[in-house]
């Protein structure tokens, strides 16, 4: 496994800047050429994007509790890797923004500058961590004042483990009588490989040792192609588990049709964030939707997005109200995740899932 998972060319190296050299949309037979698309969802999946941050800081199990409570169908915990080699969520490695970890005068010394994905990042990092410091530090809300809410909970929750999450992914599907899945993101993995930590080893351990995470249904995502495509075979026995292709601005060639068909070769989902389905005009404006969303179901593939916000800032003007950029608006979000949802979409990221609880059950009554 491990050897099938080491860096390789056809992994993203940078989310901003597209670096995959000769590589890309070569359609090779041993990914699978012809894998039938999964069935679509009944209704739109519900993805609560890091738990639910616009109210508690995110991967947090508060987060992931509140999330569950306003009904979401899946929950997303981000995975990176401490030193000792455990799995935890934080939405990057670098964990500066996400914790109180400055306010520690015992890892001072562990701040440093690192080159993440081609990119150049000071803070502190999971990987310099075991995991009994990390539980030393507590979580706050990345976005600061902009969500007050969200804030107020600053310094009450630790940082938890991919299995912390199942097991209280688990108890929550028991004590509500619905099932509720998991949407991990392996973050970094062509980094975490290169420094000794390959996420994906580790992942599937936790995967096959936890009685939940073996029936419930878990979708398996990624920016980078490489790892993808290497755990297709790894895959094969688990028949819960879906692969989500996520696709960043930065890389266009995956939407086009014969992206799209190598993606399927592989993938059981194509995930573009919200503007590459329908792009913004000069207004600010939602402008004519591209055909990102029939050109993924004609080549076989379920179509997810990201990320629905409920702060004006965050919305297309269409949707915006008077009460300034940092205001949260409910009612906008829900109206501009139903445009979004018109165009057939299978499933979405969502900040708030109450909202986008509420969007999909507008969209259902109609």
Do not use: C
């Amino acid at each position: 496994m491990a050897g099938a998972l080491a860096p390789s060319a056809t992994m993203k190296l940078s989310r901003r800047t597209m670096l995959v050299a000769g590589a890309g949309l070569v359609l090779a037979p041993a990914l699978g050429i012809g894998r039938a698309m999964p069935p679509r969802p009944v209704r739109p999946v519900v993805l609560g994007h890091r738990g639910a941050p616009a109210h508690r800081p995110e991967h947090t199990l508060a987060s992931y509790a509140k999330a569950i409570a306003d009904g979401a169908d899946f929950v997303e915990p981000d995975l990176v890797a401490t030193k000792d080699g455990v799995l935890v969520a934080r939405h990057e490695n670098n964990i500066a923004e996400t914790t109180d970890v400055a306010a520690h005068a015992e890892f001072a010394s562990r701040k440093t500058t690192k080159t993440i994905d081609g990119q150049s990042v000071t803070g502190w990092f999971t990987e310099d961590f075991t995991l009994a410091e990390l539980k030393t530090l507590r979580a706050k809300e990345r976005l600061g004042a902009l969500r007050p809410e969200s804030q107020g909970y600053d310094g009450q929750f630790q940082i938890v483990t991919f299995e912390e999450i199942a097991d209280f992914v688990a108890a929550e599907a028991a004590a509500r009588w619905r099932t509720i899945g998991l949407i991990p993101e392996i973050k970094h993995s062509t980094y975490f490989a290169g420094i000794g930590l390959p996420l994906e080893p580790r992942f599937l351990a936790v995967m096959r040792a936890g009685a939940y995470l073996k029936r419930a249904p878990v979708i398996v995502q990624s920016f980078e192609t490489g790892n993808l495509k290497a755990l297709r075979p790894e895959i094969a026995d688990l028949a819960n588990v879906q692969l989500m292709q996520l696709v960043d601005p930065s890389q266009p060639a995956l939407v086009s049709p014969a992206g799209l068909a190598e993606i399927a070769a592989y993938a059981d989902w194509v995930a573009p964030p919200t503007r590459e389905i329908i792009p913004l005009g000069p207004d600010q404006r939602l402008a004519a939707p591209t055909t990102i969303v029939a050109d993924a179901h004609k080549a076989g593939l379920l179509v997810g997005t990201w990320t629905f916000r409920p702060e004006n800032s965050f919305l297309a003007a269409d949707f915006r109200d008077a009460a300034g950029p940092a205001a949260r608006n409910p009612a906008g979000s829900v109206a501009e995740i139903r445009r979004y949802l018109a165009l057939g979409l299978d499933g979405f990221f969502t900040d708030d899932p109450a909202l986008g609880r509420e969007a999909v059950d507008a969209m259902t009554r109609a």
